[in-house]
C-alpha cells in the first residue's frame, strides 16, 4: 500500500472497498489506451461516492474492472482492489461470479439492453437469485415480486410476468436496481443509471438509489458526466480525468471549495436556474485520447491557468487537511483565490 | 455580444406579425387493427389543441416529458406530419395544407436540428457533402461556389474547414452535433427548431453547443424553438417557455417567471426535479414528487389531464372539469384550477 493521500475520512471504521494504484491498460493497434491510470480511493460501509467526468475519462472502466468484467484476458490490469479484506484482482473467475452480484451489484445506463427481451422481467431477477442461493425456482420468484415492490413498482405480482418491453423506461431503471440488490449487496455500483430518462423520473430514481441505501445498509456508487446529479444524494465525490483522480473530496468541498480547473469547468458548463442571465463558460477543447496523453498534467491543454511546469510534472493528488485532494500545481492560496474570483463570483 | 436585460425581453411588444404561429392545433395517429381491412380502434391525441406564436428574433423553449408531444408538434411545424386540425402560418402565410412544390420556398426558412447526432447524419457521406445537400436540393449555390460556401459554414461553427472530406464516425459527438447545426444554417434559415440538441452529450460539450446556438442567434438573427425535458437547459436558453402535458400547454410564461413562480404544480415538479449542482439550494427547494408515468395519450384522463398524477388535485373539479389557460403574471398564462402559490418550488430568499 502506497502512503498516497485518498479521499477516505479519516474514520476508524474498515474500509469496505481499497483500491490502490489501479491501471487498466488496453492493447490497441493503435497503441496503448490507457483508460484508467493509478486511481487510489476508498470507500466506507454505507456510504454513497459519486463518481464524475466525461466520456472516455476512465469512470466506467475503473467500476467495470472492480466488478470483475474487465480481466487480465481483456487488458493489462495493475494495483490492487482488496474488497472487505480480500484482493480480487488474484480471485479465479469461478470464485469472482461468488463474489459479484452477492456482495456488489451493478446498474447499468440503459436497461433496455441489460434486461434480456426473451423472459419476463420476474424470472431473470429469480434466475439472478438461484445463481447464487440454493433456493427453490418458486421462493426466487417470490423474492423478485417482493424486489420488484420494493423499488416502487405498482402491482408487482403481474409486473414480474410482463417482458422488458412492457415496462417504461424508468421501471425499467427500477427492475434493475431490484435485481441488483435482491442478493442484499454490500455495494451498489449505479453507472450513469438516469442519464437516458426524464428528469421527473431521473429524481425518482435518485430518490430510490436513496432510501435503498438506508434499508439496505449498502455502499452506493453514482457514476455520471453531470456534477448536478450526484449534488443531493452524495457523501463524497471524485473527478475523473484522463484515467485519473483530479480531486476528491466531500461533496461541500467539490460544490462550495473545488481546487481543480477542471472541476471549476464542469461546475460552469451547468446552467444554473438561481442564476439570472449569465453565459455558460465550457471547458475548451476535447479530453484528450487515451493513447496519446499529455506529458505531464493531462488537463494542461484545456487549462486556462497552465504554465510551464504543468508541461512538465504530472501533479501528485495532494490533500492539505487529508480529505480534500486535488492534482493540481497551483498552490492553495491560489486555488481558493481563482475559484472565489472565477466561479462563485462570475456564477 | 449585447445581453438583453429581463425587462426588454418581457417587454417586447406583441404586435406585428408572429413569424410563426400555431392556431388550435392537433395531431391524432389513427390506431388501426387488422391487416387487410384495417379498422380503427382508436387514436393517439399526440398533439391536442396548441396555440403557440413565436416572434421573431425570440426563442421559445419547449418542456415536458418523454410521450408529451412536444417532438410531434416539432414536426407538425416542419410539416414532417400533417396536422389534423388547426392552422399554421409562418410570416401570416398559412402553410397548413401546402403540397410539396409550394413548401420548397418555406423549408429555407426553417431548419431542424435532431437530437441523435449519430442518427441524425449519414454515415456514408462525407461531412462536406451532409452539409451541402441543401445547397444541391435548393439550388441556391452555383457548383463551383458549393466549397467554399461549406468551409465558411464548417468555420462558422467551430469545425476545421480542412475536415472537409472526413466521414462523420472521425467525429465526437459534440462535432456532430456542429454539423447538424451548419447542415441547419446552409440555407438561412429564420427559424429553426432544435428537437433535444443537447441530451445526448456530456455536460462540458452540451455547454459549447449551446453558447454556439446563442452566438449564431446574436450574429443571424435566428428565431428557435428550443425542445428539452431538462427544464435548466431550457430556461437558460429561452426568452419564454411552454410547458406541454399530454399533448397540451398547460403553462407558458418568460422564463424567469416560470422559474420563479410557476403557477401549475406540473412546472413545480419539473422545476423540483431538475438536477441543481448546489447542494445548499438544493435542499431548500420544496419537493413535489410526482406517481408514476405519463398516462397513455390514446385515452387522456378526463377534466384536466394531469389530475391522476397531481399532489394538489381536488375532486370532482379536477377530474370532470378542464381547465382554460388562464393568466397570472404579465405574459404568464396556466391551466389549473388551484394554481401554486408564488415561490412554490424555491424560494431564493431563504436560500
Not at chain 2, 247 to 259: C, D, H, M, R, T
Request: hydrophobic share 35%; glycine share 8%; aromatic share 6%.
Amino acid at each position: 500500500m502506497t502512503d498516497r493521500p485518498t479521499a477516505s475520512p479519516a474514520g476508524s471504521r474498515r474500509p469496505l472497498l481499497q483500491v490502490r494504484d489501479l491501471k487498466v491498460h488496453f492493447d490497441t493497434p493503435d497503441g496503448v489506451v490507457k483508460a484508467v491510470d493509478g486511481v487510489t480511493f476508498d470507500i466506507h460501509p454505507g456510504e454513497t461516492l459519486g463518481v464524475v467526468g466525461e466520456s472516455g475519462s476512465g469512470k466506467s472502466v475503473t467500476f467495470l474492472t472492480i466488478m470483475g468484467l474487465i480481466t487480465a484476458k481483456q487488458a493489462r490490469v495493475e494495483g490492487e482492489v482488496v474488497f472487505d479484506g480480500q484482493d480480487l484482482l488474484a480471485l479465479p473467475e469461478n470464485e469472482y461470479r461468488h463474489f459479484r452480484g452477492r456482495r456488489m451489484g451493478m446498474v447499468f445506463q440503459d436497461a433496455m439492453t441489460s434486461l434480456h427481451p426473451f423472459y419476463v422481467v420476474g424470472e431473470q431477477i429469480a434466475e439472478a437469485v438461484r445463481a447464487h442461493e440454493k433456493i427453490s425456482k418458486r421462493a426466487a420468484f417470490d423474492r423478485a415480486v417482493d424486489m420488484l415492490q420494493r423499488v416502487g413498482i405498482p402491482k408487482p405480482a403481474e409486473r414480474a410476468r410482463q417482458y422488458p418491453h412492457e415496462y417504461s423506461g424508468g421501471m425499467r431503471q427500477r427492475a434493475m436496481i431490484a435485481m441488483a440488490l435482491s442478493l442484499n449487496p454490500d455495494m451498489l455500483i449505479a453507472d450513469e443509471p438516469t442519464t437516458a430518462l426524464d428528469v421527473t423520473v431521473q429524481s425518482q430514481i435518485l430518490e430510490l438509489i436513496d432510501r435503498l441505501r438506508q434499508e439496505f445498509q449498502a455502499a452506493v456508487v453514482i457514476i455520471t458526466h453531470d456534477l448536478g446529479v450526484v449534488a443531493e444524494h452524495c457523501d463524497h465525490i471524485q473527478v475523473m480525468y484522463a484515467g485519473r483522480l483530479v480531486e476528491t473530496g466531500r461533496t461541500r468541498d467539490i460544490y462550495y471549495r473545488a481546487h481543480h480547473p477542471y472541476t471549476w469547468g464542469l461546475l460552469q458548463s451547468i446552467p444554473r436556474l438561481g442564476v439570472e442571465e449569465h453565459r455558460l463558460r465550457p471547458i475548451r477543447g476535447l479530453p484528450p485520447s487515451l493513447i496519446f496523453v499529455p506529458p505531464g498534467c493531462p488537463f494542461h491543454p484545456r487549462c486556462p491557468y497552465a504554465w510551464e511546469e504543468c508541461q512538465r510534472v504530472v501533479p501528485e493528488l495532494l490533500s492539505p487537511d487529508g480529505v480534500h485532494a486535488s492534482a493540481c500545481h497551483l498552490s492553495l492560496a491560489d486555488k481558493e483565490r481563482l475559484f472565489r474570483e472565477e466561479v462563485l463570483e462570475r456564477a | 455580444m449585447t445581453v438583453e436585460t429581463q425587462e426588454s425581453r418581457m417587454e417586447r411588444p406583441a404586435s406585428g406579425t408572429p413569424l410563426l404561429k400555431l392556431e388550435g392545433v392537433k395531431k391524432h395517429f389513427p390506431i388501426t387493427q387488422g391487416v387487410l381491412f384495417q379498422k380503427r380502434i382508436g387514436q393517439v391525441h399526440a398533439v391536442d389543441g396548441v396555440d403557440l406564436e413565436v416572434h421573431s428574433g425570440e426563442t421559445i423553449g419547449l418542456v415536458g416529458e418523454t410521450g408529451c408531444g412536444k417532438s410531434t408538434l416539432a414536426r407538425v411545424i416542419m410539416r414532417s406530419y400533417d396536422a389534423t386540425e388547426g392552422r399554421l402560418l409562418f410570416d401570416g402565410q398559412d402553410y397548413t395544407t401546402f403540397g410539396r412544390r409550394k413548401m420548397r420556398p418555406l423549408r429555407r426558412e426553417m431548419q431542424m436540428v435532431f437530437q441523435d447526432p449519430y442518427a441524425s447524419l449519414n454515415p456514408r457521406k462525407t461531412v462536406g457533402s451532409i452539409i451541402s445537400d441543401p445547397f444541391r436540393i435548393h439550388g441556391t449555390v452555383s457548383k463551383g461556389e458549393v466549397k467554399k460556401q461549406v468551409q465558411e459554414l464548417m468555420e462558422l461553427v467551430g469545425l476545421n474547414p480542412e475536415h472537409y472530406n472526413r466521414y462523420p464516425h472521425e467525429f465526437s459527438g459534440g462535432q456532430r452535433q456542429r454539423i447538424g447545426v451548419a447542415r441547419a444554417l446552409a440555407l438561412h434559415p429564420r427559424l429553426i427548431v432544435c428537437d433535444e440538441p443537447v441530451s445526448a452529450l456530456d455536460v462540458s460539450i452540451q455547454a459549447q453547443i449551446i453558447n454556439l446556438l446563442q452566438e449564431l442567434q446574436q450574429e443571424f438573427g435566428l428565431t428557435y424553438i428550443f425542445i428539452a425535458h431538462d427544464l435548466s437547459v431550457v430556461k437558460h436558453v429561452s426568452d419564454r417557455v411552454a410547458v406541454m402535458y399530454l399533448g397540451k400547454i398547460v403553462e407558458f410564461a418568460p422564463s424567469s417567471v416560470l422559474y420563479e413562480n410557476p403557477k401549475h404544480p406540473y412546472t413545480g415538479a419539473l422545476l423540483s426535479a431538475v438536477p441543481i449542482p448546489d447542494p445548499d439550494l438544493a435542499s431548500h427547494r420544496k419537493r413535489i414528487v410526482l406517481e408514476g408515468d405519463v398516462p397513455s395519450p390514446i385515452d387522456p384522463p378526463s377534466g384536466c389531464r394531469f389530475h391522476p398524477r397531481c399532489p394538489n388535485a381536488q375532486f370532482p373539479t379536477c377530474s370532470e372539469v378542464e381547465p382554460q389557460l388562464e393568466p397570472h403574471r404579465p405574459g404568464q398564462v396556466a391551466a389549473c384550477h388551484f394554481p401554486l402559490p408564488d415561490r412554490a418550488v424555491i424560494d431564493t430568499a431563504s436560500a
